[in-house]
């Protein structure tokens, strides 16, 4: 039936997590303020720093890297993977 095939597609999991979607699953326990972040924890920003819900991820952080793998991936995709920036204009 048609309506099966519909749910499954439901389901379909992409392989990289929505970066919305992660940020409001951040365990409420790993979520840190700006004054306890440091070496070891994520500095990724999440919500609206004027909010009282704004937090920082407060994951564990790659080695010499601010952010956790996570967020890394976000933060530093190659130039060529940004598919939601404007096309470059040709000089």
């Excluded at 597609?9 to 365990?27: G, R």
């Excluded at 924890?41 to 704004?54: I, L, M, R």
């Excluded at 920082?56 to 991936?73: D, M, T, V």
Aim: charged content about 20%.
């Amino acid at each position: 039936s048609r309506g099966n095939t519909a749910l499954a597609h439901a389901f379909e999991v992409e392989l990289e997590p929505d970066p919305i979607a992660y940020d409001n699953v951040v365990p409420m326990s790993q979520r840190l303020s700006l004054l306890e972040l440091n070496e070891a924890t994520c500095h990724w920003p999440v919500g609206d720093p004027s909010s009282a819900e704004f937090f920082f991820c407060g994951g564990k952080a790659l080695p010499s890297l601010p952010y956790c793998a996570h967020h890394s991936r976000i933060a530093y995709q190659p130039t060529g993977d940004r598919r939601r920036q404007a096309p470059k204009t040709t000089r």
